[in-house]
């Protein structure tokens, strides 16, 4: 199965598909997913957990319809199942006020298992924008994101890209902090 006969988005709208994303290990288990179909062995292998570990989260995913067998094939007698993801990009709802982001979650802990001696771009910077100014600039970011998407190498290491644009609650400015 290839990335062009996959659906362009998966909304995740039902609270088990929201556990199964909510969990670092299933996180982890669909980045690697993301370009290529796996076993639940090389899973195993990736994510550095037992198979029976693996074997669990992925049946989780499977559930929340958020990957799929994509195909199979006998080895010894026994059924290997390659997973896929269900689609090219999982979009999560809106986390409310107050409720903790999932993705910048995931995104840091991925940074921070990260090799410390890997090459890494990361910056926070406080900006003031006007409204414009700050729909001009998420727009922009997404395309970016987008554009690299598009010509994504599935046989080149994983990169991985997050980014977030969002007004602080008042009172978190930063004085001087206007660069």
């Not at 076993?39 to 037992?50: F, H």
């Amino acid at each position: 199965m290839s990335a062009d006969d996959l659906p362009e988005t998966i909304h995740v709208t039902t609270d088990e598909q929201l556990r199964a994303v909510s969990n670092l290990t299933r996180h982890r288990i669909m980045a690697v997913l993301r370009f290529e179909p796996a076993t639940i062995t090389q899973i195993a292998g990736r994510v550095g957990l037992a198979k029976g570990s693996s074997s669990y989260h992925v049946r989780l995913l499977e559930r929340a319809g958020l990957v799929k067998v994509v195909r199979t094939r006998k080895v010894r007698g026994v059924t290997e199942r390659y997973y896929a993801m269900a689609a090219r990009a999982i979009v999560l709802p809106d986390p409310g006020a107050g409720g903790p982001d999932v993705l910048m979650r995931h995104a840091v802990a991925d940074l921070e298992a990260a090799p410390v001696d890997g090459e890494r771009y990361v910056r926070m910077a406080h900006l003031r924008l006007t409204e414009a100014q700050f729909a001009e600039l998420g727009e922009r970011m997404e395309a970016l994101a987008d554009e690299y998407r598009e010509v994504s190498d599935p046989s080149l290491p994983d990169v991985s890209l997050a980014f977030a644009l969002f007004r602080p609650a008042p009172g978190e400015r930063v004085e001087g902090d206007a660069k």
